[in-house]
């Protein structure tokens, strides 16, 4: 199954760079990629790319916050589908950092973590935990 999911990787410097030099612009534009290219890749379908971005708007970003801790659970899902070992769950973290607004550092985590996961989602090989325990 092999979709080019590497084209979707993001330079997180430029996410960071561009969501200030917009003045917060950009992370709308950001928003909306996000969610769409994690629910079609997970095929979970909760959060909806259009109806986040008006939501945020709408709500001077308080739906943000929930929005943080779904699409933390929608990478869950997503990481599941491209067998990809799970290292952490970052729901409390992102509801955190966006209630202090940290939002910018959710979104290079975030980012960082969807590169890593755009790597694998097109690799013919599993990959392997770094644990060097094994159950016998």
Request: charged share 20%; proline share 3%; net charge negative.
């Amino acid at each position: 199954m092999y979709n080019n999911y590497e084209s979707k990787k993001k330079s997180i410097l430029m996410v960071i760079l561009l969501t200030i030099i917009t003045c917060g612009i950009y992370s709308f534009f950001w928003l909306y990629q996000t969610t769409q290219d994690l629910t079609e890749y997970s095929e979970d379908y909760r959060l909806s790319p259009g109806m986040s971005v008006l939501l945020t708007i709408v709500t001077c970003g308080l739906y943000q916050i929930y929005w943080w801790y779904r699409i933390a659970d929608i990478f869950i899902s997503a990481q599941d589908k491209a067998k990809f070992p799970r290292v952490n769950d970052n729901k409390v973290l992102f509801v955190v950092l966006s209630l202090f607004g940290l939002d910018i550092i959710n979104m290079a985590i975030l980012q960082s973590d969807m590169n890593h996961l755009w790597e694998v989602a097109d690799s013919p090989v599993v990959p392997q935990s770094s644990d060097d325990w094994t159950d016998y």
